[in-house]
């Protein structure tokens, strides 16, 4: 059971909350009635904020303020208004210490973990099973299904059963061969080192799907490297390496198919406080670009870095997909290679944006 709030003291610019577990929080006067869930504030229905933020008074402050429902619920009556905002002890907490509702992320610290397996049948069938498939996928980066149908349309039941299919240059649900039909290696037989997909997109695919419909041939094994693995034992050793991969906008492009797709992106992709977001990687996309001269070598050295640590065979996991079995990874954190092949291969799969992926999780854990 999360913990309640033990008492709530009343400051000249706002609210100091303790929980009974020690932890302590202040909240401004402000923030607590721009956030207030009453129903003049509030559209509980859409989730949409009615109050005029903009009308509130530079004097804000509390008539009183009281902590109810054994501490579940804090309550505090405005000097300004006729008005008792109510505010629930979990949203409070999870405001004050961004508390997550996603599972912890596992890194392949000492190897690649044996990826979970799950059931096509089943993830149909229930809730508690697509839970239990995206819960691992968010953990781990990459889970396996298998007994899919070897066909397409199972690939789209399996993409569908998660979110919103995302249409690219390649389609909604694609499926490819080698034949060249397109501008990309993908199209080939040729062996294709590790790599982010879509780093010439603005917002690279968050999730992406490869479901083998046939193969009868030698060779094709899909190589996966825990990118935030490998980022996080960059910052350990070389610090001024990942700041500089964090900070240089590198270009990539698709061009070809009648199109020419542009974006730049940091290696490494930071969020405001400074954490890893996502890893964008792609040299074999990536365009012709001049880092400012100052930076030039030090940038080419801090990529053949990360190349050389992305490069450690301990870290990889190797599979061998046949028909039937599909595998689906987080794009914005593990990279993907292939080794080249003879013989006959019929590849199905799709992409998610990420924000679905986190959408539907968070909807399947309550």
Known sequence: MPPKIESAEALPLGLSITWTDAAQADFPWIWLRDHCRAPESYDGATNQR?????????????????????????????????????????????????????????????????????????????????????????????????????????????????????????????????????????YSN????????????????????????????EGAVNVFADGFRVAARLQAEAPETYRLLSEVEVPAEYLGDGVHLLARHPVLGLDAAGGLRRVCFNNFDRAPFRPRPVVTEAFYAALGRFHALLSDEDYHLRLQLSPGLAVLFDNWRVLHARSGFTGHRHMAGFYLNHEDLESRLRMLLG
């Open 190 to 217: 040729e062996a294709i080192g590790l790599h982010s997909d879509g780093t010439y997109s603005e917002d690279p695919p968050g999730v992406q799907a490869l479901h083998c419909l046939a193969f009868d041939g």
């Open 50 to 186: 009615r109050v005029d933020t903009f009308a509130l008074p530079a004097d804000l402050a509390a008539e009183s303020v009281a902590v109810g429902g054994a501490g579940a619920v804090l309550e505090v009556s405005w000097r300004q208004e006729d008005l008792i905002s109510r505010y629930d002890s979990g949203f409070l907490r999870a405001q004050a210490f961004g508390e997550a509702r996603l599972p912890d992320r596992r890194l392949w610290e000492d190897g690649p973990p044996e990826p979970a397996r799950h059931r096509f049948d089943e993830i149909l069938e229930g809730d508690a099973a697509l839970r239990g498939l995206l819960s691992d996928l968010w953990r781990d980066g990459l889970v396996l299904v298998e007994s899919l149908p070897s066909e397409i349309a199972a690939t789209r039941r399996l993409a569908e059963r998660i979110g919103y299919v995302r249409e690219t240059i390649f389609g909604g649900v694609w499926d490819f061969q080698a034949d060249g039909a397109r501008a990309d290696s993908a």
